[in-house]
């Protein structure tokens, strides 16, 4: 981060670069359509739980808008793991599906993990089969998470340099902070992480220039971690009583941070982007190890 | 790190924690003798290089040593990769064979990737397949690379609490680097991984009550990147005219470091360790899931 901040905070404005994402997702759909490849999203939705119901419902409507096939899949809560596994065994075998998503969390009785390690790596879209983070490790090529993916965009939108940059990362899930840390190393920042075993927050959090937050803590970032003219990427969602907060206390950053992402209007449109990015990816990918098809 | 430091520097004997290890690892070879089930490690060295020759020795001899069936093959050097995926096809269906050692760098007329992925994930004792990979970022059952889990061994033999400690890595290799910082954040550290674009190497160093050097650069790190007090542990190992020497300027930091490694007789030691337990180990799984043998 050069020059002085001068005390006046920019909102990144994440709903635009995702619209402009998905416009320009559309246009290649367009193309492919043409060629007779329309890429497919296959969504499976296990019960009727109603926030997974939401997002579902988002996402479909995101691949129909990019003009890519919606196929989906419904199956009620009590399902066994021999019912779930068989269909998405139908899918991976589907060669108009391009990429399937499981909706998480599943009903208690399933063994998430395995029927995540059910979808082949070439339709894994939303990245968190063994095979794809074992490709991300590797720097192999593969399906990348799209919360993380969408967190890179972003800075790339705003035409933030990373490579040697400073970036903490807070929260060590599985859906963010490790897949996230590997991207930002792979790109050449030097990465701190922290975690809720880390003694001394702001120590980890005031050095850097972007300070990524994925915590699920309501609130747990404010000025006292923050530098100054830094970059604040808040990941979390929740619903309260005066609608959707983060992670990041944003209004008490206003003056503070360089740069900041709305709750809601940041992050979130990002991962519903690189969700269909990554749709168009496998299906590039599939169609490379398909067979030429006869027009 | 708590109290206040002395000024006397313990140095780290990892070839006597290496010896206890390796002595454990053949006591419980004995009992698995017992009752027939003497694990196995299967070497192949493809070509001529004297380095590779020297290390695939060393390996064996521990394996002798330790009471465990050493199996080896030695491919010419412009063995075709069909030829060495035989071979490692071959040792992979054999059962007294408990884990397949690929010793690299492979000729270059190799896919060292595609050679390593070959290698079934419960006999992959140097933990290096996308498979190993991906189950490590998923926390999963697997088998861990010899390195980084001889780094945490050492720093469990001496005591050193890692929940909540700061940890700088210094160097992002696919050996060292990343699985370590997998290994240290499942284990409650915070983090920091520097690398050559890092433009502050003590900016992140300092700080840490543990420095992790595993970048290949000679003599890189010394007395202005350590805390007073703090553990250092020097993963690099370097020829010169006057013997071995590491990463880190040991000498400069006498007085300095709380502990640390020595270059020879630090993490060397403990790679071969590791690499006899996870031998045992993989013996173990792959017995977990073969038929109970009728003696």
């Known amino acids: ?57 988002a996402k479909r409507r995101a691949v129909r808008e990019a003009g890519m096939r919606d196929v989906h899949r419904h199956l009620p809560e009590h399902s066994t793991e ?48 063994t095979a794809s983070l074992g490709r991300l490790a590797r720097g192999e ?43 930002l190393l792979r790109r050449g920042a030097t990465v701190s992480v922290a975690h809720e075993f880390t003694a001394d927050l702001a120590a980890v959090t005031r050095p850097a220039d972007i300070v990524v937050v994925a915590t699920g803590v309501r609130g747990l970032v404010g000025p006292e971690h923050v530098r100054p003219g830094a970059t604040v990427i808040d990941v979390g969602i929740h619903r309260t009583p005066h609608g959707l907060a983060g992670d990041v206390r944003a209004a008490e950053l206003d003056g503070i941070a360089g740069r900041i992402t709305p709750v809601p209007g940041g992050v979130g449109p990002m991962t519903i982007a690189m969700l269909l990015v990554n749709t168009l990816r496998a299906a590039e990918w599939g169609a490379e190890a398909a067979p030429v098809p006869v027009c």
């Not at 001068?6 to 060629?35: M, Q």
């Not at 296990?46 to 419902?57: E, K, R």
């Not at 939108?157 to 902070?177: D, F, N, Q, T």
């Open 1 to 57: 981060m050069t020059g002085t901040f001068v005390g006046v905070t920019r909102t990144i404005d994440g709903s635009s670069i995702a619209r402009r994402i998905r416009a320009e997702v559309a246009e290649r759909v367009a193309e492919a359509a043409a060629v007779r490849r329309v890429p497919g999203l296959a969504t499976l939705l296990v019960g009727d739980d109603p926030a997974s119901a939401v997002y579902v419902a």
């Open 82 to 129: 021999y019912e779930v596994a068989s269909v998405i065994d139908e899918l991976a075998g589907r060669s108009d599906v391009s990429g399937i998503l499981l909706q998480l969390p599943l009903p208690p009785q399933l063994d998430a993990a395995a029927l995540i390690d059910r979808i082949p790596v070439t339709k894994d879209v939303d990245g968190l089969t």
């Open 141 to 183: 090529r593969g399906l990348r998470p799209c919360t993380p993916s969408g967190v890179i965009e972003l800075l790339d939108a705003e035409g933030i340099e990373l490579k040697g940059a400073c970036v903490a990362v807070v929260g060590w899930g599985e859906l963010v902070g490790r897949p996230l840390t590997h991207l």
